[in-house]
């Protein structure tokens, strides 16, 4: 239903471009409405966000925003964690939980629990982030191992498969 | 292709030489015979009688593996092909094999009980030189199968596997007994036995291990393989890749921080005592859940015992500075004490400076044990520090320990049980694919086991005892058990479920929660209050600081 959404945005897009750019109508052009913009991002999926990050280089800016993250983490958990973002924020920001914890978490324990569960899940990755934040700032003296900007430090790393980048 | 019929076998056996028939020469088969011979072998052009079948395999495995063991006389067989005559197999057979310099005659059976599935050693086998060659015979005639090497190779390394732990049994009971000559030559034994086995992966590892640690009691005597030492330093790099490699410690930190968080509901002034701060892994997580809780963070007091650093650094102050920082990100006030003490029980407890007015909780993960002596007596240092854990009256005591029976006074019984013990971790890092944690981990686990094997009195530390004995031993000291709650327990289930293995299990068990692998308990996890029998919460006068 987004996606459709995302389609017809492009297509009115490329409307524009192709021809009867003599017509004088009134053009929709989503780029001129960032706040609707960002309601169609916000509810976008993972990898969804990722593509749309691509297009252009404001979608970029918007995709990279850390609400729109926060709504992709606490999206389905009921009921919805609050007083949560400031420690979210110091730790390291929703995409980063999203990426390091939620995800795998979620992908792992999806295939048996269902959106009842997802606050516990919630809980469990928050916690396992302060972890992943904590190690990340005893850095490289701590164990001799660099920790770079993106990758997960080494306690998240049962999470990871070997298989995905 | 030979056809089956009489003429064509009268006609080889004709022209065949005098050493190859066993028949009376020159053999007019009976109709009766002819019967006899094996249809499918026949059609191949080989005639072995059905109720050869079983010896001629045995012979050409035998053959082969001659063969495979001397090529020189084998090229020396190949160009002599004219005295033999091949579609009668069983006599061909036996005639190489008689040219070959190793004697076909194995020694006695290699008898597989199957109601045990170990081996039973004849006296003959003992005796004999365990080279290659007789080895795959022995197993060849337990095998029964011609061409699958696979199998043969397979099954002798079982069989290796099983002769290794039979033999770290009597090697462990003659220890027992005072017999180190002939403990000496079973530890010989088992070091060649152990390059046949793969040590990669399986019991060959585990007993690697143990084997190294029965050699250090035989040789360097006990007290001589203490862990102590390695540096604190070095134990504090091993227990972290120990935390990465498997989930054991992320369930006693995960458990322990529910039990703790529950308990400190409601309070605004907490203060944490840990036994052995290591890197302090344990404590974000309480932290973060602390801030998130609803009605706001309390005042967070951590006291963290460690040993001391010999080197200058002080890495029970760097800790401390890293969770402040990290408490400060979340807002959650935050005071951190170091107490370096290179022993639990020369900890006191002004030492800790317990405000009266504060919840405490106490968390021991792994360290309990230490403080056991073999012997049960009235001042021994657990019942000291107990008696001055029960003084601070804390709200909490989160006790998690190895479920193993470690402690026995007979040498050969705690050997089988940390044999049992160790090999069942072991089975489950396996399934831990992250280098160089598993590797460390690994080491991590035979400082243990080297303790546990091969040192005595004060310098073995590793007395692990099971939940049954630490629940009378915690009753007796005047704790009450909590029962540690669905949360703790749905917390555990999710975060093995994270772990790719699939073996790992949670098991409630009277309130406690225990991690195993295959339903074999591994570590167990409990929470105690303290009984406030005693009128005064401060502690008597005469342990407060000396002014």
């Given at each position: 239903m987004v996606q459709s959404h995302h389609r017809g945005c492009h297509r009115q897009g490329n409307h524009e471009t192709v021809g009867e750019s003599k017509e004088k109508r009134p053009k929709f052009f989503i780029n001129d409405h960032v706040d609707i913009l960002i309601e169609i991002l916000k509810r976008l999926d993972c990898r969804s966000l990722c593509v749309a990050a691509s297009v252009c280089r404001l979608w970029c800016t918007i995709a990279r925003n850390d609400s729109l993250w926060e709504n992709l983490c606490f999206r389905h958990a009921s009921p919805p964690p609050t007083s949560v973002r400031s420690v979210v924020l110091a730790l390291g920001g929703y995409k980063r939980l999203y990426m390091g914890c939620v995800r795998p978490v979620r992908r792992r324990l999806g295939r048996a629990r269902r959106a009842s569960w997802a606050g516990d899940e919630v809980q469990l990755s928050l916690s396992l982030f302060c972890v992943d934040y904590y190690e990340r700032l005893g850095g490289s003296n701590s164990n001799g191992r660099l920790v770079g900007e993106s990758s997960p430090s080494s306690s998240l790393m049962f999470l990871c498969k070997p298989v995905n980048v | 292709m030979v056809l089956y019929d009489s003429t064509a076998l009268a006609g080889n056996s004709s022209g065949s030489s005098s050493s190859s028939s066993s028949k009376p020469p020159p053999p007019p088969l009976q109709p009766q015979q002819q019967q006899e011979i094996d249809g499918l072998l026949a059609g191949a052009g080989y005639k072995v009688r059905s109720s050869e079948l079983r010896k001629v395999a045995q012979r050409l495995e035998r053959l082969e593996t001659a063969m495979v063991n001397s090529p020189a006389d084998f090229s020396q067989l190949a160009s002599d092909t004219i005295h033999y005559n091949p579609s009668d197999l069983a006599s061909w057979v036996d005639s190489l094999l008689s040219e070959?310099?190793?004697?076909?005659t194995c020694p006695s059976e290699f008898v597989m009980d199957p109601v045990t599935n170990q081996t039973v050693v004849n006296d003959a086998w003992t005796t004999t030189e365990p080279n290659m060659p007789q080895v795959h015979q022995n197993i060849s005639y337990e095998q029964q199968s011609l061409n699958n090497q696979l199998t043969v190779v397979t099954a002798m390394e079982e069989d290796s596997g099983i002769r290794l732990v039979h033999m770290l049994m009597t090697c462990a009971e003659c220890i027992q007994r005072g017999d180190f000559p002939l403990a000496t030559s079973f530890l010989e034994d088992m070091q060649g036995l152990l390059t046949r086995v793969n040590t990669v992966c399986g019991i060959g590892k585990v007993a690697g291990h143990f084997i190294d640690a029965l050699g250090r009691r035989i040789f360097q005597g006990i007290g001589g393989g203490s862990i102590n030492g390695g540096s604190a330093y070095e134990n504090e790099i091993l227990y972290h890749h120990f935390y990465e490699a498997c989930p054991y410690l992320k369930f006693a930190h995960f458990t322990a921080n529910q039990a703790i968080l529950e308990a400190f509901d409601g309070h605004d002034c907490v203060h944490v005592v840990d036994f052995n701060l290591m890197h302090g892994l344990q404590w974000p997580a309480l932290i973060q859940a602390l801030a998130l809780r609803p009605g706001g963070p309390p005042l967070l007091r951590l006291t963290g015992i460690g040993p001391p650093s010999p080197d200058g650094r002080d890495s029970l102050r760097e800790i401390g500075l890293r969770l402040a920082e990290l408490a400060r990100s979340v807002n959650v006030r935050f005071a951190f004490r170091g107490v370096a003490a290179s022993r639990l029980e020369d900890v006191k407890p002004w030492m800790l400076e317990v405000n009266p007015k504060e919840s405490v909780a106490v968390n021991s993960i792994m360290q309990l044990h230490r403080l056991l002596g073999s012997e049960p007596n009235r001042n021994s240092p657990v019942e000291t520090v107990l008696s001055w854990i029960r003084s601070l009256n804390p709200k909490i005591m989160t006790v998690v320990e190895q479920?193993?029976?470690?402690?026995?006074?007979?040498f050969l019984d705690r050997f089988t049980e940390a044999l049992h013990y160790y090999s069942t971790m072991f089975d489950s890092l396996e399934a831990c694919t992250v280098q160089p944690d598993k590797a460390l981990a690994e080491i991590y686990i035979q400082r243990e086991i080297t303790n546990v094997v091969s040192c005595e009195g004060s310098?073995?530390?590793?007395?692990h005892e099971p939940l049954a004995r630490w629940r009378t031993r915690l009753s007796g000291a005047g704790f009450r058990p909590l029962h540690l709650g669905s949360n703790a327990y749905k917390q555990a289930s999710m975060l093995l479920t994270l772990f790719s293995a699939e073996g790992y299990s949670v098991e409630e068990n009277d309130g406690c929660l225990t991690l195993g692998w295959h339903s074999r308990p591994l570590i167990a996890a409990s929470a105690w209050q303290a009984l406030s029998d005693a009128p005064a919460e401060f502690p008597a006068p005469d342990t407060h600081r000396p002014s």
């Amino acid at each position: 239903m987004v996606q459709s959404h995302h389609r017809g945005c492009h297509r009115q897009g490329n409307h524009e471009t192709v021809g009867e750019s003599k017509e004088k109508r009134p053009k929709f052009f989503i780029n001129d409405h960032v706040d609707i913009l960002i309601e169609i991002l916000k509810r976008l999926d993972c990898r969804s966000l990722c593509v749309a990050a691509s297009v252009c280089r404001l979608w970029c800016t918007i995709a990279r925003n850390d609400s729109l993250w926060e709504n992709l983490c606490f999206r389905h958990a009921s009921p919805p964690p609050t007083s949560v973002r400031s420690v979210v924020l110091a730790l390291g920001g929703y995409k980063r939980l999203y990426m390091g914890c939620v995800r795998p978490v979620r992908r792992r324990l999806g295939r048996a629990r269902r959106a009842s569960w997802a606050g516990d899940e919630v809980q469990l990755s928050l916690s396992l982030f302060c972890v992943d934040y904590y190690e990340r700032l005893g850095g490289s003296n701590s164990n001799g191992r660099l920790v770079g900007e993106s990758s997960p430090s080494s306690s998240l790393m049962f999470l990871c498969k070997p298989v995905n980048v | 292709m030979v056809l089956y019929d009489s003429t064509a076998l009268a006609g080889n056996s004709s022209g065949s030489s005098s050493s190859s028939s066993s028949k009376p020469p020159p053999p007019p088969l009976q109709p009766q015979q002819q019967q006899e011979i094996d249809g499918l072998l026949a059609g191949a052009g080989y005639k072995v009688r059905s109720s050869e079948l079983r010896k001629v395999a045995q012979r050409l495995e035998r053959l082969e593996t001659a063969m495979v063991n001397s090529p020189a006389d084998f090229s020396q067989l190949a160009s002599d092909t004219i005295h033999y005559n091949p579609s009668d197999l069983a006599s061909w057979v036996d005639s190489l094999l008689s040219e070959f310099a190793q004697p076909p005659t194995c020694p006695s059976e290699f008898v597989m009980d199957p109601v045990t599935n170990q081996t039973v050693v004849n006296d003959a086998w003992t005796t004999t030189e365990p080279n290659m060659p007789q080895v795959h015979q022995n197993i060849s005639y337990e095998q029964q199968s011609l061409n699958n090497q696979l199998t043969v190779v397979t099954a002798m390394e079982e069989d290796s596997g099983i002769r290794l732990v039979h033999m770290l049994m009597t090697c462990a009971e003659c220890i027992q007994r005072g017999d180190f000559p002939l403990a000496t030559s079973f530890l010989e034994d088992m070091q060649g036995l152990l390059t046949r086995v793969n040590t990669v992966c399986g019991i060959g590892k585990v007993a690697g291990h143990f084997i190294d640690a029965l050699g250090r009691r035989i040789f360097q005597g006990i007290g001589g393989g203490s862990i102590n030492g390695g540096s604190a330093y070095e134990n504090e790099i091993l227990y972290h890749h120990f935390y990465e490699a498997c989930p054991y410690l992320k369930f006693a930190h995960f458990t322990a921080n529910q039990a703790i968080l529950e308990a400190f509901d409601g309070h605004d002034c907490v203060h944490v005592v840990d036994f052995n701060l290591m890197h302090g892994l344990q404590w974000p997580a309480l932290i973060q859940a602390l801030a998130l809780r609803p009605g706001g963070p309390p005042l967070l007091r951590l006291t963290g015992i460690g040993p001391p650093s010999p080197d200058g650094r002080d890495s029970l102050r760097e800790i401390g500075l890293r969770l402040a920082e990290l408490a400060r990100s979340v807002n959650v006030r935050f005071a951190f004490r170091g107490v370096a003490a290179s022993r639990l029980e020369d900890v006191k407890p002004w030492m800790l400076e317990v405000n009266p007015k504060e919840s405490v909780a106490v968390n021991s993960i792994m360290q309990l044990h230490r403080l056991l002596g073999s012997e049960p007596n009235r001042n021994s240092p657990v019942e000291t520090v107990l008696s001055w854990i029960r003084s601070l009256n804390p709200k909490i005591m989160t006790v998690v320990e190895q479920e193993a029976n470690h402690n026995q006074p007979g040498f050969l019984d705690r050997f089988t049980e940390a044999l049992h013990y160790y090999s069942t971790m072991f089975d489950s890092l396996e399934a831990c694919t992250v280098q160089p944690d598993k590797a460390l981990a690994e080491i991590y686990i035979q400082r243990e086991i080297t303790n546990v094997v091969s040192c005595e009195g004060s310098a073995r530390v590793e007395r692990h005892e099971p939940l049954a004995r630490w629940r009378t031993r915690l009753s007796g000291a005047g704790f009450r058990p909590l029962h540690l709650g669905s949360n703790a327990y749905k917390q555990a289930s999710m975060l093995l479920t994270l772990f790719s293995a699939e073996g790992y299990s949670v098991e409630e068990n009277d309130g406690c929660l225990t991690l195993g692998w295959h339903s074999r308990p591994l570590i167990a996890a409990s929470a105690w209050q303290a009984l406030s029998d005693a009128p005064a919460e401060f502690p008597a006068p005469d342990t407060h600081r000396p002014s």
